[in-house]
């Protein structure tokens, strides 16, 4: 089954730090723009950051600039999303994707949820004091 599989998540108070890890189960990392998404209870799922095959480009949500950063090891065939100063209003549960058809921009793909694909079960993420 190809699916990611993401860890990390938990419960933090307001301006701690959390690293998510996104890895990549039957299929190789190396060739897809990878996302990270989040869906707070009641809100659509939206785009935190995406990140592009080979690292080079990225793309932030507003709400997370400078806050929160992306990276991916391709050779470990898992992704990550480090976390820093998270506010009560990052609680969500986490997921990543993949562009699996390789034709979107990083930021196509984090404006457009739907359009991604590879799912996991997602990460539960909670800031509160």
């Known amino acids: 089954q190809l699916q990611f599989v993401e860890s990390g998540g938990g419960l933090v108070q307001p301006g701690g730090s959390l690293r998510l890890s996104c890895a990549a189960s039957g299929f190789t990392l190396d060739y897809y723009a990878i996302g990270w998404f989040r869906q707070a209870p009641g809100k659509e799922r939206e785009g935190v950051s995406c990140i592009s095959s080979m690292g080079g480009n990225t793309h932030y949500a507003d709400s997370v600039k400078g806050r929160f950063t992306i990276s991916r090891d391709n050779a470990k065939n898992t992704a990550y999303l480090q976390m820093n100063s998270l506010k009560p209003e990052d609680t969500a549960v986490y997921y990543c994707?993949?562009?699996?058809?390789?034709?979107?921009?990083?930021?196509?793909?984090?404006?457009?949820?739907?359009?991604?694909?590879?799912w996991g079960q997602g990460t539960q993420v909670t800031v509160s004091s």
């Open positions: 994707a993949a562009d699996r058809k390789g034709i979107f921009t990083v930021q196509t793909l984090c404006l457009n949820p739907r359009l991604a694909n590879y």
